[in-house]
């Protein structure tokens, strides 16, 4: 896919893609959680037109003996937007006991 339009999204704004009379492809290249410590939780979500689509968690762990094991996932997503469809994308982050998301996400949106 050779990107048209490359848009830069702060979690938690739903970004609103107008309809277009030709098919798109959009793509969405890294979500990413980080969770450095034993107890850290961290997840990062991707709502595509309201829904839950996918998704990067990362857990640590603590061992028997007390060592910890920070976790790390990353993820990435895309799909087709119709002709004459207008579609909105978000992310959503969350994280817990010092586990973090990347701040924003990209998006990519080409002609398919």
């Not at 492809?25 to 961290?42: D, Q, Y």
């Not at 998704?55 to 990353?74: R, V």
Request: glycine letters at 10%; a neutral charge.
């Amino acid at each position: 896919m050779q990107a048209a339009e490359t848009h830069y999204l702060d979690n938690g704004y739903t970004f609103h893609i107008p309809a277009v009379s030709y098919r798109r492809r959009v793509c969405v290249p890294l979500l990413m959680a980080i969770a450095p410590g034993g107890k850290s939780k961290a997840k990062h979500m991707l709502v595509f037109n309201g829904s839950w689509v996918t998704e990067a968690k990362a857990e640590g762990a603590i061992f028997l003996d007390g060592g910890s094991m920070p976790a790390t996932a990353c993820n990435s997503w895309n799909t087709y937007i119709e002709p004459n469809q207008s579609v909105s994308i978000q992310a959503v982050g969350e994280g817990s006991n010092g586990g973090y998301v990347l701040p924003s996400i990209t998006v990519l949106i080409g002609q398919d």
